[in-house]
């Protein structure tokens, strides 16, 4: 069974930083392509940031030169895998539940959230003014 637990979220000001984590556990996920949606009220999900081992890093426009997608692979049979999302100059749009997902393919750093099989169940990040 794949499970995804999100971490980190809170209440920031302007200005400041937060750090995201997932942490996944069930398969080896070394070969998976890992996602960052978010989804704030009333809007719809939204691509965030992905990393590929084959690829590499594909970041949306909105926090290109802001968030740093980065992992973990587990080592061994029980290890964990660890998804790092660290977000700097934060603003008030960034405000929404942020979600970790996991595309076992890997072959792409997709932005479609129907491209992901696996998801956690989200972390909070609201960011004050």
């Not at 076992?104 to 997709?110: D, E, M, R």
């Amino acid at each position: 069974q794949v499970l995804l637990v999100e971490s980190g979220g809170g209440s920031v000001q302007a200005g400041g930083s937060l750090r995201l984590s997932c942490e996944a556990s069930g398969r080896l996920f070394s070969t998976y392509t890992m996602g960052w949606f978010r989804q704030a009220p009333g809007k719809e999900r939204e691509f965030v940031a992905a990393l590929s081992w084959r690829v590499g890093t594909r970041y949306a426009d909105s926090v290109q030169g802001r968030f740093v997608i980065s992992r973990i692979n587990a080592r061994g049979p029980n290890g964990k895998d660890m998804v790092f999302l660290q977000m700097n100059k934060l603003n008030p749009e960034d405000t929404a539940t942020y979600y970790c997902a996991a595309d076992p393919s890997g072959t792409s750093v997709n932005d479609r959230a129907s491209s992901y099989e696996h998801w956690g169940q989200g972390t909070q990040v609201t960011v004050t003014s």
